[in-house]
Each structure stands twice: as structure tokens, then as C-alpha cells.
């Protein structure tokens, strides 16, 4: 990375102006546009070359789409850094990595972990968000609080010791720390109310996800001001698992619950291995382009060969294995994935019915507008952040900018 710096960061002021590009808008394709970009912000996007000034930047994008950059709220880490690792170097070399792959946004995620943990990763989410440069890749736009308060029959690949109930002297801590912009909690375990009340006072993406939480468990979830549920069909509650839980009569779960509530949103891990094309196309069909976001839920092993990784922590996560395609947890369950959100483009792209501009929008807008973001973030719009990204018509990314500036992908 350090010799890694283009011509660019000399002149970080210069306006760029791409010319010959498709715009993905967050409703239509837009041919032959123009969108110049000063001083960090999109300005202009017409089909009529624009005035601009000597010093401009030309980038002739030879046909290819002009995308939004991605808007990732639920990633672990990546090329060997979990965020838990807690340094400010694993949290820079994850969201540089995820910048490689299209994300221009991002929301470092806690898993389960001791109070010092966590902590240690918001710290250094904070210090990291502090001093925006290229170098350091995604914009964090905040931390997804996300483990430790899951349900211990749903606790996934994440380490059970790490998991616990919340309690307003732990939870207010991390609130306080001012970076947590999305909160998790399992809507079933004692004082999940209350946390989801101190989250919404907060002004928090609210959400519910390893969780094993009935439909009237989620509907008092949904009151407290629950409004999303983490990677849909995965950790998460279905009618038998509620069932073993519960007893008879047979009873609503979770997916139940989001299904039929209009005012809730959900996520997919669309890297193929998670849900098969039927399962993200009925997703898609029944909740939307506007509320479903596309989230890559990345491991560590994003840009590594396969092998064995700790998940979480360095020090005391789980142990999966990276095939090359995605993780597996010892007991044969997966254990997230190991692609960036361009793979998961691609693949929803591929799998199902939803056009370009809306498989862009789940990866793009939505989680800007879910997060409270979208007024500088998530589109190509003018007056946003020029967070943009030239990807081919094959949908691989080629060049990525953000706030007008380039970011490096060679490695
Ligand atoms: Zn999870
Ligand atoms: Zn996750």
C-alpha cells in the first residue's frame, strides 16, 4: 500500500469529470452521461458535455457503468483482519480491502466478545473514521454492534462463551462511545426491550439476528423500534425452531414476522454458497429493492487462499475453514462468507429477477437510507460524496473513487 499512491493524491482537489459512462441512477440506467466531480461531491450529471475547468480530470469510461459505491452494513473483516482484532491496522487493512472490492461505505461489525473486545473495536473504528484519507479505504460511517446479545441455540460460528444477555451497564458503554450506528440484539433474551429503546433513543438502525425470537416476541421487538433482521434464513427463527422452543401451538417466527410486516428490512448473503437463486429471488419479490439490502457478512479469508481462520477475535475466535468459496465451522455449518459486495452483485445480478439499477440499490442506497446516510451517501446524485465505481459491463469493478479520490487496487 505505501508505494501503492497514484498521481491523483497530488492534485486531491482536481475535479474529475467521467465522460462515456452508463450512471447507474437509483431508478434507471443513464447512457451516455456526463457526471463531473469537485471538490469530493458529484456536481453535475447530464447527457451534454459540461464546461469545466483546465485542471479537470478526464476519465473516459469507454462504455462502462458508473455505480454507486457499495454500502456494506454487516462485514466482519478481510485479507487476514478481523475487525474484533481491535487495532487500528487491522481495522484499516479490512476496510482497504473491502474498498477493492467496491465498498466505499462501511459499518464494522462486532461478533460476540468480551466487553474489552469490543471496546478495543470501537476504538478503533473511531480513531480510524477520524482521519479520513484514500489510504485508508472505506469511509466508516459507523459501527454495527452486533454480537455479544445473541440466543445461545442460534449463535451461529460465533464463540458461545462470548455470547450473554444485554445489560444497560454494558451496553451503555459502547452507546456512549458515539460510533455505533447499528444495534443488534436476539429479541427473546431478558432486557432486549430495553436495549432496543436505548438504541432507538440513539438513533440506531435497529435490528434482530441470532435469534430464535417468536412472532410475539418480535412484534414487541418492532414496538421498542426494531426494524431489520440480520441475513435473512440464517441464525434466525423458523416456525419448527420456534416450535422446539416453545411448545404447541405452532407459532409465527421471525421470518413470519418479516414477511408480513411491510415496515421491516432484512439482508442477504448473496455469495451463492448461503441461499440458492430461488430462496434471494423470493426475497427480493417479497420485500423489495427497497427493503432488502445486500450485505457480504465477510470473514477474515476475503483475498486469502483457503485455509484455517479464526473468527472474530485473533486471539480467542472460533476456528473455520475457508474452501475458497466460503467458511465452514467444524460442526459442517457455514460460517459467513469470504467475497466482497461485488461478487454479491454479481450474483443477485445472476439469480434473480431484479434489474441492474435495483441489485445496485440493495447494495447502494437502501443500507444508506436504513442507516440514516442517504443524504451523502448511496446514490449518484448531486450533492453526494463522489463515491463512485467503474465496473465493466461483466460487473467486475475496475476503478474506485472515493470522494473523488482514486483508491489504489493493485496490492
Ligand atoms: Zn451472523
Ligand atoms: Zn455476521
Known amino acids: 500500500m505505501a508505494d501503492g499512491l497514484t498521481a491523483r493524491h497530488t ?12 450512471a447507474i441512477l437509483p431508478d434507471k440506467l443513464f447512457p451516455s452521461a456526463f457526471v463531473l466531480c469537485e471538490r469530493g461531491k458529484i456536481t453535475s450529471i447530464t447527457q451534454r458535455r459540461p464546461k469545466v475547468s483546465a485542471q479537470t480530470q478526464v476519465i473516459d469510461g469507454k462504455g462502462k457503468y458508473l455505480s454507486p459505491g457499495f454500502v456494506d452494513i454487516h462485514v466482519h473483516g478481510g485479507a487476514g483482519h478481523d475487525f474484533m482484532d481491535g487495532t487500528v491496522e487491522a481495522m484499516r487493512g479490512a476496510c482497504v480491502a473491502h474498498a477493492r472490492h467496491g465498498t466505499t461505505t462501511i459499518f464494522p461489525t462486532t461478533t460476540t466478545g468480551s466487553p474489552e473486545q469490543i471496546h478495543a473495536m470501537l476504538n ?6 477520524s482521519e479520513r484519507r484514500i489510504e485508508n479505504g472505506a469511509r466508516i460511517a459507523g459501527a454495527h454492534m452486533y454480537g455479544p446479545f445473541f440466543a445461545e441455540d442460534k449463535v451461529g460460528c460465533h464463540s458461545v462463551e462470548g455470547r450473554r ?22 429479541a427473546e433474551l431478558p432486557g432486549a426491550v430495553a436495549f432496543y429503546r436505548e438504541a432507538k433513543r440513539r438513533r440506531c438502525l435497529i435490528t434482530c439476528g441470532h435469534s430464535n425470537a417468536s412472532w410475539p416476541e418480535m412484534a414487541a421487538a418492532f414496538r421498542a423500534g426494531t426494524r431489520h433482521v440480520d441475513h435473512f434464513w440464517c441464525a434466525m427463527s423458523n416456525v419448527s425452531s420456534v416450535r422446539a422452543r416453545l411448545g404447541v401451538p405452532m407459532r ?9 410486516t411491510a415496515d421491516m428490512s432484512t439482508e442477504v448473503i448473496a455469495d451463492g454458497c448461503h441461499l440458492s437463486p430461488e430462496l434471494l429471488d423470493f426475497a427480493y419479490r417479497l420485500k ?14 476475503l483475498d486469502l487462499p483457503p485455509g484455517g481462520y479464526r473468527f472474530g477475535a485473533g486471539e480467542d475466535g472460533s476456528w ?20 466482497g459486495m461485488d461478487h454479491m452483485v454479481r450474483q443477485m445480478k445472476r439469480d434473480t429477477s431484479a434489474n441492474l439499477p435495483e ?3 440493495m447494495a447502494s442506497l437502501t443500507p444508506a437510507e436504513l442507516t440514516g446516510i442517504a443524504r451523502r451517501a448511496g446514490s449518484i446524485e448531486v450533492g453526494k460524496q ?7 459491463r461483466d460487473l467486475r469493478v475496475k476503478q474506485v473513487f472515493i470522494g473523488g479520490d482514486e483508491m489504489p487496487l493493485t496490492r
Not at 11 to 22: D, G
Not at 165 to 186: H, K, L, N, Q, W
Not at 386 to 392: C, H, M, Q, Y
Request: some cysteine.
Open 252 to 260: 409465527g417466527s421471525m421470518l413470519e414476522f418479516v414477511l408480513g
Open 288 to 301: 423489495g429493492a427497497r427493503k432488502l439490502c445486500l450485505v457480504t457478512d465477510c470473514n477474515r479469508a
Open 320 to 339: 473455520f475453514t475457508s474452501d475458497g468459496k466460503v467458511g465452514w465451522a467444524p460442526n459442517g455449518s457455514l460460517a459467513s462468507s469470504i467475497v
Open 359 to 361: 441489485v445496485i440499490r
Open 165 to 186: 444477555s444485554p445489560t444497560p451497564a454494558e451496553y451503555t458503554g459502547y452507546f456512549d462511545t458515539g460510533i455505533v450506528r447499528i444495534a443488534t440484539c436476539a
Open 11 to 22: 492534485l486531491p482537489m482536481s475535479p474529475l469529470l467521467f465522460t462515456n459512462v452508463t
Open 386 to 392: 463522489a463515491d463512485v465505481l467503474l465496473i465493466g
Open 124 to 129: 478503533a473504528a473511531k480513531a480510524v473514521q
